[in-house]
């Protein structure tokens, strides 16, 4: 019809010339999983085979950031008309490409697909798979490429797992790292692994299956100084556990959630943990501890986990701050769509481990390093680490690296994310 010119990275070209019905890729970071996905959907749509062409990344924006200027650079000697208010492109043959987001299932229903990719798997929810994308390719006997990094030992796990070692014919697993794009320079590999933890270098970079397990946090990387360093600028998470009556609190409830504020200063150097301000209160007197350490440290900003809690301590916060005229802004901080423990370890583990995370001196140590040595043990409570993570959020840097590529931003050096 039309000369492309399809050029495939080794690893590329063994997965293209596979015959498997269903392919399930794990990849690490700037292997070149999306350029693999973008000429599979080209050469897919333009095939005799009648049907449509469907993309789904987590939610449409990274759908149309991740692919849209991808199709359009490599099919533009196919494409007869491309959309975006849509995000759909038809080429010289009819068919239509079109790039969905797996937050919206209610857009993939109804159709007859030929061709699905599905990137970041982990990231979406395994019914929009299961329910809606996987029934949509069974009149045309359509093919499907999954291709993702793993992100802990979820759906995605499970997926590869059974593509790797089922008897299923029609499923087949595979494994690279980022050394197999022979595109990226090797020392820019090994420069990130400098700076991240070892726990996110081997799930980000070599597409490791990482399960969490214990001694996530080792002693010998905890570092105290007393000294506030003169770098920097605080920061305040607030982690809310329920509101107790502390006239009721009984050998019963001891174990209860306790709420933790963390007072963090932030700099080039890292985190300086000042404190971390955590008991079982009232509500009232919740709020009360916010404004006083808000108050003693006068943070640049000031972030309360989203939700019932937020909503129940603000009216009493409110009231403190018009009767002592001390006003401040409260972001809400989010799990991002992360579990717990992704976020805490990816937060914490890398700054623990380069030293760019140090605490001061104080009684609230003993609670801190119990929970953090203890994690992620469902018997042990993780408060106060779970606060001092949120801090991720409230002060974050980026650092960008420039591939042959395309470009890559790391927000947070030490997560790889």
């Not at 749509?45 to 199709?71: C, E, N």
């Not at 080792?218 to 920097?232: H, L, M, Q, T, Y």
Request: hydrophobic content about 40%; some cysteine.
């Amino acid at each position: 019809m039309t000369d492309l010119a399809v050029e495939l990275l080794p690893w590329q070209q063994e997965v293209w010339e596979d015959t498997t019905r269903f392919k399930v890729v794990a990849a690490g970071r700037r292997t070149g999983k999306s350029r693999l996905a973008a000429w599979k959907l080209i050469i897919s749509a333009l095939s005799d085979k009648k049907g449509q062409v469907f993309y789904v990344a987590p939610t449409q924006g990274q759908a149309r950031d991740i692919m849209w200027q991808l199709l359009l650079e490599l099919g533009h000697n196919v494409i007869a008309s491309a959309h975006v208010n849509n995000l759909q492109i038809k080429l010289v043959n009819g068919c239509t490409i079109s790039l969905k987001g797996a937050d919206r299932p209610e857009t993939m229903r109804g159709v007859s697909l030929k061709f699905l990719c599905m990137d970041e798997y982990a990231d979406m929810k395994p019914e929009v798979w299961e329910q809606i994308l996987r029934p949509a390719l069974a009149d045309q006997k359509g093919e499907a490429l999954f291709i993702g990094t793993p992100m802990g030992r979820n759906h995605f796990y499970d997926l590869y797992q059974y593509a790797s070692v089922s008897e299923d014919a029609t499923f087949k697993g595979y494994h690279f790292t980022s050394y197999d794009n022979l595109l990226l320079d090797p020392e820019e590999i090994e420069a990130a692994k400098g700076s991240m933890s070892a726990f996110s270098f081997r799930q980000e970079f070599m597409a490791s299956f990482e399960a969490h397990g214990s001694e996530l946090f080792k002693e010998e990387d905890i570092r105290f100084c007393e000294e506030e360093p003169a770098d920097g600028a605080y920061y305040i998470a607030v982690d809310l556990a329920g509101f107790a009556d502390v006239q009721k609190v009984t050998t019963k409830t001891k174990r209860l959630d306790q709420t933790a504020i963390a007072v963090v200063k932030a700099g080039v150097e890292g985190w300086w943990v000042a404190n971390i301000v955590h008991g079982r209160w009232g509500v009232e007197e919740t709020a009360r501890r916010i404004f006083e350490a808000v108050r003693d440290y006068q943070p640049v900003a000031v972030g309360i986990e989203k939700g019932a809690l937020k909503n129940a301590v603000a009216p009493y916060l409110n009231d403190i701050m018009k009767k002592n005229q001390r006003f401040f802004r409260i972001e809400e901080l989010t799990h991002g769509n992360k579990k717990k423990t992704d976020r805490i370890v990816w937060a914490l583990q890398g700054r623990l481990e380069h030293g760019n995370l140090v605490l001061n001196k104080g009684k609230w140590n003993a609670q801190f390093l119990d929970e953090l040595f203890q994690f992620p043990n469902q018997l042990v409570h993780d408060d106060l680490i779970d606060a001092l993570a949120y801090i991720d959020q409230l002060a974050k840097v980026s650092y960008a690296f420039d591939y042959e590529e395309e470009d890559y931003e790391f927000l947070d050096k030490y997560a790889g994310y």
